[in-house]
């Protein structure tokens, strides 16, 4: 175990950079993933979220920049010399070797004396003991799954790396878990760095989330802060759906922007609006907002568009999508929860407006 | 439904059938008549069945008899280990190489070991027997045991290396990665990880080898002298009658080979199959 780097702290990343010879997949990309907590590193594929995690494996080095866990320096280090794991997305299990010999299989490298009693422990804790006997083959994609989490864990990582690890599961399967993840790492209190595409995934599990785009981190925080207020237009779109239109930001109410767009003059917090001044796309989420048959009227003015035209109507059960195209704002979704007893009777063709509550609108840069 | 209707179905529903066991009788023929005649009790030539003699057990309780026979046998053998050893270790190492350095050359390498596959034995034969004969009678070198080595090597190695490196291929890439992961360094990767998924390629690639080497008979008999393995001489017994020993003694191999496949994949499926 020469050059093992012994390592406990946050996980800090700093200008980190990752050229290939055709194209920037990490570009100049700085972060502190604090220690014990459950980070996600949410994309598009493509978008550098795996390559990030590979150089904080130490599977791919960085071209520029540094890596620390703490303050040790693990820029350069190899994969065996950080204490580092990872859950690869395909599992990556030992083909011939038992699912004990596979969780041990750490422990041995390491020289510990009682690996297959720590493997067997770490069975135990994804309740997979009845099965440590078989060959990975012989497993269900969720029991992989779990024994390359308990692979992984049994080392006692500073930081563990899950690149997509639910990716390869059904609907159902990846539901339980993201609870049996996330119980796991309250459990042992280890800092999780889990990269996906799925943000429903990313919110449900993770305390923090970055969401990246084109190797840079476009916005980071707590997942009801992000879906609540993206700060851009890649962020208002990939985290759940939203409603944009540009406009201008041309004047100031008391504590709100009035913000011009072709049709209307629409009122947002000073504080929600990424722009004091100039371009900027306005938005708003589509469960905040309501359906009206007739034009709401002045109490709603700077909070509601309209005259648009209803293109679709689905019914979901608990609630009921409406599609509207309004001229020169593009095509609108509002959610409405089927709360009411009588619901409005609408129809495609119809003529309907929008409102929603002043709070929930929100500026993003163009 | 007349007779002969009911005869056509009979035929159609089984046809697959009688074709296959048609094939069957056709590659297992020679087999049957190798093993036939190791009974044969024949006074001159083992090429007909000597209706007056009784079937004897006598060629197969002296295999060895024949002058000449048991040392064929044993420089076949002898050329056949270790050929397949140098040409497994060997061929093993290139197709590493091929698959997993970055060269200059490494193109042309990967298309030029397929030539001594593609090119016909008797153009290797002629061509190895005017190298040696030309330039390793130079060095002292005379055709004989250790000629047929070095040939048996050089055709065997493509074979090993195709093998091996259709194997190291469909190699996951991310299982190395996960050992390095979990704290193997580069000789704990290789030999935990790496060599056991490779290993069946290995071997397979050996026993292939050595099937190659000890059938060879085009290129042997170019480069071999005076020394005389199996094939050359059962060939050249040809001309005055193969006594049935060789028979005896070719049944016996088909039966080890047999044995072995079927030990494979006995193995194979035991590996597969819960512990």
Same mark, same amino acid.
């Given at each position: 175990?020469?050059?093992?780097?012994?390592?406990?702290?946050?996980?800090?990343?700093?200008?980190?950079?990752?050229?290939?010879?055709?194209?920037t997949?990490?570009?100049?990309?700085?972060?502190?993933?604090?220690?014990?907590?459950?980070?996600?590193?949410?994309g598009?594929?493509?978008?550098?979220?795996?390559?990030?995690?590979?150089?904080?494996?130490?599977?791919?080095?960085?071209?520029?920049?540094t890596?620390? =866990?703490?303050?040790?320096?693990?820029?350069?280090?190899?994969?065996y010399?950080?204490?580092?794991?990872t859950?690869?997305?395909?599992?990556?299990?030992?083909?011939h070797?038992?699912?004990?010999?596979?969780?041990?299989?750490?422990?041995?490298?390491?020289?510990?004396?009682?690996?297959?009693?720590?493997?067997?422990?770490?069975?135990?804790?994804?309740q997979?003991?009845?099965?440590?006997?078989?060959?990975?083959?012989?497993?269900?994609?969720?029991?992989?799954?779990?024994v390359?989490?308990?692979?992984?864990?049994v080392?006692?990582?500073?930081?563990?790396?899950?690149?997509?690890?639910?990716?390869?599961?059904?609907l159902k399967? $990846? $539901?339980?878990?993201?609870?049996?993840l996330?119980?796991?790492?309250?459990?042992?209190?280890?800092?999780?760095?889990?990269?996906t595409?799925?943000?429903?995934?990313?919110?449900?599990?993770?305390?923090?989330?970055?969401?990246?785009?084109?190797?840079?981190?476009?916005q980071?925080?707590?997942?009801?802060?992000?879906?609540?207020?993206?700060?851009?237009?890649f962020?208002?779109?990939f985290?759940?759906?939203?409603?944009l239109?540009?406009?201008?930001?041309?004047d100031?109410?008391?504590?709100?922007?009035?913000?011009?767009t072709?049709?209307?003059?629409?009122?947002?917090?000073?504080?929600?609006?990424?722009?004091?001044?100039?371009?900027?796309?306005?938005?708003?989420?589509p469960?905040?907002?309501?359906?009206?048959?007739?034009?709401?009227?002045?109490?709603?003015?700077?909070?509601?568009i309209?005259?648009?035209?209803?293109?679709?109507?689905?019914f979901?059960?608990?609630?009921?999508?409406y599609?509207?195209d309004?001229?020169?704002?593009?095509? &609108?979704?509002?959610?409405?929860?089927?709360?009411?007893l009588e619901? =409005?009777?609408? $129809?495609?063709?119809d003529?309907? &407006?929008?409102? &929603?509550?002043?709070?929930?609108?929100?500026?993003?840069?163009? | 439904?007349?007779?002969?209707?009911? @005869?056509?179905?009979?035929?159609?529903?089984?046809?697959?059938?009688? +074709?296959?066991?048609?094939?069957?009788?056709? /590659?297992?023929?020679p087999?049957?008549?190798?093993?036939?005649?190791?009974?044969?009790?024949?006074? !001159?030539?083992?090429?007909q069945?000597?209706?007056?003699?009784?079937?004897?057990?006598?060629?197969? !309780?002296?295999?060895?008899?024949p002058?000449g026979? !048991?040392?064929?046998?044993?420089?076949?053998?002898?050329?056949?280990?270790?050929? %397949?050893?140098v040409?497994?270790?060997? #061929?093993?190492?290139?197709?590493f190489?091929?698959v997993?350095?970055d060269?200059?050359?490494?193109?042309a390498?990967?298309?030029?070991?397929?030539?001594?596959?593609?090119t016909?034995?008797?153009?290797l034969?002629?061509?190895?027997?005017?190298?040696?004969?030309?330039?390793?009678?130079?060095? #002292?070198?005379?055709? #004989?045991?250790? %000629?047929? +080595?070095?040939a048996?090597i050089?055709?065997?190695?493509?074979f090993?290396?195709? %093998?091996v !490196?259709?194997? @190291?291929?469909?190699?996951?890439?991310?299982l190395?990665?996960?050992?390095?992961?979990?704290?193997a360094?580069? #000789?704990g990767?290789?030999?935990?990880?790496?060599?056991? /998924?490779?290993?069946?390629?290995i071997?397979?690639?050996?026993?292939?080898s050595?099937?190659?080497s000890?059938?060879?008979?085009?290129i042997?008999?170019?480069?071999?002298?005076?020394?005389t393995?199996?094939?050359k001489?059962?060939?050249v017994?040809?001309?005055?009658?193969?006594?049935?020993?060789?028979?005896?003694?070719?049944?016996?191999?088909?039966?080890?080979?047999?044995?072995?496949?079927?030990?494979?994949?006995?193995?194979?499926?035991?590996?597969r199959?819960?512990?």
């Amino acid at each position: 175990m020469a050059g093992f780097r012994e390592a406990q702290g946050d996980l800090v990343l700093e200008n980190v950079t990752k050229s290939f010879t055709t194209f920037t997949a990490v570009d100049d990309l700085s972060l502190t993933v604090p220690r014990g907590s459950f980070f996600a590193l949410l994309g598009p594929s493509g978008c550098g979220k795996t390559t990030t995690l590979r150089m904080v494996a130490g599977l791919e080095q960085p071209t520029s920049g540094t890596i620390r =866990i703490g303050n040790t320096d693990l820029t350069g280090s190899r994969p065996y010399e950080r204490p580092v794991n990872t859950v690869f997305q395909s599992y990556a299990l030992f083909p011939h070797l038992s699912v004990r010999d596979n969780v041990a299989f750490g422990p041995k490298r390491r020289g510990v004396k009682d690996a297959l009693a720590q493997a067997d422990a770490t069975l135990s804790l994804v309740q997979l003991t009845h099965l440590a006997g078989r060959k990975p083959t012989q497993l269900s994609g969720g029991q992989q799954q779990r024994v390359a989490v308990a692979r992984a864990l049994v080392n006692h990582p500073e930081v563990l790396l899950l690149d997509e690890p639910l990716g390869a599961l059904d609907l159902k399967l $990846r $539901r339980e878990m993201q609870v049996e993840l996330k119980r796991i790492q309250t459990e042992v209190g280890l800092t999780f760095v889990h990269v996906t595409h799925d943000q429903e995934e990313a919110m449900t599990m993770a305390d923090t989330v970055a969401v990246m785009n084109l190797g840079k981190i476009e916005q980071m925080g707590a997942p009801d802060v992000l879906y609540d207020l993206p700060r851009t237009k890649f962020v208002a779109n990939f985290l759940g759906q939203s409603n944009l239109m540009s406009g201008h930001v041309d004047d100031t109410d008391g504590d709100n922007v009035v913000v011009s767009t072709a049709q209307h003059k629409l009122r947002l917090r000073k504080s929600r609006a990424a722009a004091g001044s100039g371009d900027i796309a306005f938005g708003v989420r589509p469960e905040k907002t309501r359906i009206h048959n007739a034009d709401p009227g002045p109490a709603a003015a700077g909070n509601s568009i309209g005259p648009g035209t209803l293109v679709d109507v689905s019914f979901t059960g608990v609630a009921t999508q409406y599609l509207v195209d309004v001229p020169e704002a593009g095509r &609108w979704a509002v959610y409405e929860q089927n709360l009411d007893l009588e619901r =409005i009777d609408s $129809r495609p063709g119809d003529t309907v &407006w929008i409102s &929603w509550d002043p709070g929930h609108a929100f500026g993003v840069r163009p | 439904m007349s007779t002969s209707q009911r @005869l056509r179905f009979w035929i159609a529903n089984r046809f697959v059938m009688i +074709v296959a066991i048609l094939v069957l009788v056709y /590659l297992f023929l020679p087999v049957a008549y190798t093993f036939v005649f190791s009974f044969n009790n024949y006074k !001159k030539s083992n090429i007909q069945w000597n209706p007056e003699g009784s079937p004897t057990l006598d060629h197969w !309780k002296n295999p060895f008899g024949p002058p000449g026979i !048991k040392d064929a046998l044993l420089t076949s053998l002898g050329v056949g280990a270790i050929a %397949t050893l140098v040409a497994t270790v060997l #061929g093993t190492l290139l197709a590493f190489a091929l698959v997993r350095h970055d060269f200059r050359g490494k193109g042309a390498g990967n298309i030029l070991v397929f030539v001594p596959m593609a090119t016909p034995e008797i153009v290797l034969g002629a061509s190895l027997l005017t190298i040696f004969v030309q330039g390793f009678n130079q060095v #002292g070198l005379t055709l #004989g045991f250790w %000629t047929i +080595v070095i040939a048996h090597i050089m055709f065997c190695l493509s074979f090993v290396v195709v %093998t091996v !490196k259709a194997r @190291l291929q469909s190699l996951d890439p991310r299982l190395e990665e996960a050992a390095q992961d979990l704290y193997a360094g580069p #000789g704990g990767t290789f030999w935990r990880v790496t060599f056991p /998924l490779v290993l069946p390629g290995i071997v397979s690639a050996a026993l292939l080898s050595f099937s190659l080497s000890f059938d060879d008979f085009i290129i042997t008999n170019f480069v071999s002298g005076d020394a005389t393995t199996f094939p050359k001489f059962v060939y050249v017994s040809y001309l005055r009658g193969i006594p049935a020993e060789a028979n005896v003694i070719g049944f016996s191999l088909f039966v080890i080979a047999v044995l072995l496949v079927i030990a494979g994949q006995v193995v194979g499926s035991r590996r597969r199959s819960p512990a």
